[in-house]
């Protein structure tokens, strides 16, 4: 099943996994911390307490979390941009010119 078809509460799981396994960065708790101006404790509070419930209303509402090295485009956007690489792509010539240059 593709993401685009999962149910919002899906994804927030998959999000709340991937936030997870970013907080067992070594000292992250306390960088964490440090950067919002709160203690560890707090921060082990969010994460055990509050962290699954903000997730899935993040999600429920129709945002989404995602790394910030990633950069998100509206869907059509995305399609049209889809939509020129496959055809560009499907000519041999322009394929080659697009992957090798002027060799």
């Known amino acids: ?14 999000a ?12 992250i708790g306390k960088t ?6 709160t203690s560890e404790s707090t921060i082990s ?16 509402l129709g945002f989404k979390v995602v790394p910030s090295d990633r950069v998100c485009v509206d ?9 020129i690489a496959s055809r560009a792509m499907a000519d041999e010539s322009t394929a080659q010119k697009l992957v090798w240059g002027d060799e």
């Open 45 to 60: 509070r969010i994460k055990s307490e509050k962290l699954e419930d903000v997730l899935a209303l993040v999600y429920q």
């Open 75 to 83: 869907k059509r956007t995305y399609e049209s941009i889809a939509h």
């Open 16 to 27: 709340l996994s991937s936030v997870l396994q970013a907080m067992q960065e070594p000292a």
């Open 1 to 14: 099943m593709s993401e685009l078809s999962n149910t919002p509460l899906e994804r927030s799981r998959k």
């Open 32 to 37: 964490l911390a440090i950067s919002m101006g």
